[in-house]
């Protein structure tokens, strides 16, 4: 196996005798890892993002103010092992699940998470099987070089009627998605992945869960530097100890439920007694900007549940959840005071909408300042530019939505000026935000009858 993963490494395609040794800098520590939601992505603000990409610059960080972190960013998953054997990399951080094979060429750390193996499939053309026994040929598409493709071929030796593909150069996020076209007929994801694809793909569903639950951990190559081992384990027991770990976590994977009927019932609840508190405040912000008080409304209720003393991880405050940047920019003093919070979050949310075409019509036009209120306007900018490439209309909102997703895609984004992005967020916000919008519509009365509130379509 050890001689099957370097074989595909670029050193041993073309080797060398009089190849220098290369020498690295030991407070550079180097993390290869892949563009994905999970691990290492550059998000709205053009800044490096990810779970993975988190955990390692705190990191380093904890090692000392003389340490830098290197981020290798290869294109598949099968390409992380043979980084690190090759000593091209220094750890592997990448959504890598513990598993026997595994442990047999590369040292784990002590692990920071746990996921679920799923077979997904699509309700709209199957029916939701009990086991792998009634599957009854059906093929099960898999990543190649990932934990799945280990998993499924133990499970075929149990199960002899079982068929599965490994594709090579593929993602779970593009499997799922090509399930939800009925494209594939199965194939087996990870928990967290699945709770936010289904999200974009409602007829994705879950049939069972395959095997037991696998643990996520960082890798270094056997006895290279079990100093390093060492360390990265102290750091890990730190995070889970001082709730750093938590807070990651939920920041990228918390928000995974649908507007639900309980979701509906507590909104109708605070629109009793937290939503007049801020009325009055909404309606003079809807006299300044001519955006209608009751979208301000759910903007707000959807970035912080109208609660002012809201702050995100990323050190986002207030009724509005508006950055250090954002304030700066509106002039706000104190964002946990609504009366300053709520006028600036209104004309942050127009001076977004300013920024697209006039062409773009209603309702589309606000749902790409919705969008961009939540995710910045440049992804929006490459999803419009895709759209129009791909035959479709970029000035329609549900156009770009279909591109935006495209964005996690290497064939499209390695070509798109802003790169990389898992652009299922502004999608789900935008969304949510038009759902508690109809509701206050339907209960709230309009602030000034020269007013037309746009009409939400249905898509």
């Given at each position: 196996m050890m001689l099957m993963l370097l074989g595909c490494s670029e050193d041993n395609a073309f080797p060398s005798q009089n190849k220098p040794k290369v020498v690295n800098d030991p407070k550079v520590i180097r993390f290869v890892t892949i563009n994905s939601p999970n691990t290492y992505y550059i998000n709205e603000s053009d800044n490096e993002a990810g779970l993975e990409y988190e955990l390692a610059t705190r990191f380093v960080k904890s090692l000392g103010p003389d340490y830098q972190a290197k981020f290798i960013v290869v294109d598949s998953f099968s390409k992380i092992i043979p980084t690190l054997l090759s000593n091209k990399a220094d750890i592997a951080a990448a959504d890598i699940s513990v598993t026997i094979e595994r442990k047999n060429i590369i040292d784990f750390s002590e692990p920071y998470h746990q996921v679920q193996q799923h077979l997904a499939f699509n309700r709209d053309r199957n029916k939701r099987p009990k086991n792998l026994s009634a599957l009854d040929g059906h093929i099960i598409a898999v990543p190649a070089g990932t934990s799945f493709a280990e998993r499924i071929r133990k499970l075929g030796k149990q199960h002899t009627g079982l068929v599965w593909d490994e594709i090579e150069n593929t993602s779970s996020e593009q499997l799922l998605e090509a399930l939800s076209q009925e494209e594939i007929d199965y194939t087996i994801a990870d928990s967290h992945l699945l709770a936010v694809m289904q999200y974009y793909y409602p007829n994705i569903q879950t049939a069972f869960a395959v095997g037991?639950?696998?643990?996520?951990?960082?890798?270094?190559?056997?006895?290279?530097?079990?100093?390093?081992?060492?360390?990265?384990?102290?750091?890990?027991?730190?995070?889970?100890?001082?709730?750093?770990?938590?807070?990651?976590?939920?920041?990228?994977?918390?928000?995974?439920?649908?507007?639900?009927?309980?979701?509906?019932?507590?909104?109708?609840?605070?629109?009793?007694?937290?939503?007049?508190?801020?009325?009055?405040?909404?309606?003079?912000?809807?006299?300044?900007?001519?955006v209608d008080w009751r979208l301000l409304a759910a903007i707000s209720y959807q970035e912080s549940h109208w609660d002012t003393f809201s702050t995100s991880p990323t050190n986002v405050r207030g009724l509005m959840m508006l950055t250090e940047q954002t304030s700066d920019m509106m002039n706000v003093q104190d964002r946990l005071d609504p009366k300053q919070s709520i006028p600036a979050g209104a004309k942050f949310f127009l001076w977004m909408k300013d920024r697209f075409p006039e062409r773009i019509p209603e309702p589309d036009r606000t749902y790409f300042a919705l969008a961009a209120y939540n995710n910045g306007v440049g992804h929006l900018e490459d999803a419009r530019v895709l759209a129009q490439r791909l035959g479709l209309n970029p000035d329609?909102?549900?156009?770009?939505?279909?591109?935006?997703?495209?964005?996690?895609?290497?064939?499209?984004?390695?070509?798109?000026?802003?790169?990389?992005?898992?652009?299922?967020?502004?999608?789900?916000?935008?969304?949510?935000?038009?759902?508690?919008?109809?509701?206050?519509?339907?209960h709230q009365p309009s602030h000034s009858p020269d007013l037309e509130p746009f009409k939400i379509a249905e898509n």
């Open positions: 037991e639950p696998e643990k996520i951990a960082w890798a270094v190559a056997r006895d290279r530097n079990p100093a390093l081992l060492n360390q990265i384990n102290a750091y890990f027991k730190e995070v889970k100890r001082d709730g750093t770990l938590r807070s990651l976590i939920d920041r990228y994977h918390g928000n995974t439920t649908r507007l639900k009927t309980i979701d509906v019932k507590t909104f109708l609840a605070r629109t009793r007694t937290l939503l007049p508190k801020y009325t009055r405040l909404f309606k003079e912000a809807q006299d300044i900007t001519d329609s909102w549900a156009d770009v939505k279909t591109t935006l997703l495209k964005l996690n895609d290497p064939q499209y984004y390695t070509r798109a000026k802003h790169g990389y992005c898992s652009c299922g967020g502004p999608i789900i916000y935008t969304e949510s935000v038009r759902s508690y919008y109809q509701i206050l519509l339907k």
